[in-house]
């Protein structure tokens, strides 16, 4: 490993507390610990249709049994959401952001429609002024989309640093089109604030399996219109279990709880992880 590369880094692991972890949890959890010396631990608890309490304790036990400390206090999103609102009104004084009023049903006769793209584009011409007006009127509340092509526009061409293969990586955004950036019930967006935290936490390499590599394209975009620092990224392998199929909490993955309380030691768990990846 490129020891120089990692001494310095500032890493995080940022579970979102709805549900047990599981093996893939460990394994992000040591990766941020390995490459970082320690690691900042964000509770991702934006969500609060689906976050629960009693899931960050059991985090906080896990990571625990796990020997992986974390640096200072845990970081809650949930206190952040004036940051988050901040940076909304300002990519909105920016109007690089429109209300999308469509409803998921509607959303998806517009994706599935002859000719139409995979991925939202300029939904705000999708429903008369009057019926936007109608909604906006009725207090049916809107999910804030970025103008994704104007973005980039606006930024010129952005990369991101892949740690894990020593390259710049040009951001490309024609699988996301115009993203929601703000929902309408959390009035954020898992991209918005990810990045806010990153840069308020000082995170210097974002450690995290690889299904959420897409979505650094998207972060280093809003990063370049906040004027946020971009960090490094290194996308780790998943952890896939006895099917060979990726662990989810949605599949009922065996919990770190439930392993551990059917006898699973640390060290029997640490032999089943892939090796650690190096930051070149
Ligand atoms: N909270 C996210 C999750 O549990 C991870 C966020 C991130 O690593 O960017 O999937």
Same mark, same amino acid.
């Given at each position: ?19 047990? =972890? ?11 610990? !390995? ?18 309490? !009693? ?12 020997? @992986? &400390?974390?640096?200072?206090? *845990? ?27 469509? #409803? ?7 994706? /599935?429609? *002859?000719?139409? /793209? ?27 989309? =970025? ?9 010129? &061409? ?6 894990? $293969? ?7 955004? #024609? ?17 918005? #604030? ?33 004027? @946020?620092?971009? *960090?490094?990224?290194?996308? !780790? ?17 065996? /919990?770190?709880? /439930? ?5 699973? $030691? ?7 992880? &892939? ?6």
């Amino acid at each position: 490993m490129n020891t120089e590369n990692t001494a310095h880094q500032v890493t995080r692991f940022a579970p979102s507390p709805t549900g047990e =972890l599981h093996l893939g949890h460990a394994y992000s959890a040591m990766v941020a610990h !390995h490459l970082g010396n320690g690691y900042v631990l964000r509770i991702d608890d934006i969500d609060h249709t689906r976050c629960r309490d !009693h899931f960050t304790t059991g985090i906080l036990e896990d990571l625990c049994w796990l020997g @992986l &400390p974390w640096t200072g206090d *845990p970081v809650f999103q949930s206190q952040r959401r004036d940051a988050y609102a901040d940076a909304l009104a300002r990519l909105q004084k920016m109007e690089l952001v429109y209300p999308c009023y469509l #409803s998921r049903k509607e959303l998806s006769a517009v994706l /599935s429609a *002859p000719h139409g /793209s995979t991925a939202p584009h300029a939904t705000d011409m999708v429903l008369p002024a009057v019926e936007m007006a109608r909604r906006a009127a009725d207090g049916s509340g809107a999910a804030w989309r =970025l103008r994704t092509d104007a973005a980039l526009a606006h930024t010129g &061409p952005l990369h991101w640093f892949d740690a894990r $293969t020593g390259q710049m990586v040009p951001v490309d955004l #024609s699988a996301h089109g115009d993203v929601v950036v703000a929902r309408r019930d959390i009035g954020t967006s898992y991209h918005l #604030s990810v990045v806010i935290d990153d840069a308020l936490d000082g995170v210097t390499l974002v450690t995290r399996g690889a299904d959420l590599a897409d979505s650094t394209h998207v972060h280093r975009l809003l990063q370049g219109l906040l004027d @946020l620092p971009g *960090p490094a990224y290194l996308h !780790h392998d998943l952890v896939s279990g006895d099917t060979g199929k990726r662990l989810a909490k949605r599949d009922h993955a065996t /919990s770190l709880a /439930s392993l551990r309380a059917h006898g699973m $030691t640390v060290d029997n768990l640490v032999a089943q992880m &892939p090796p650690l990846p190096s930051f070149r």
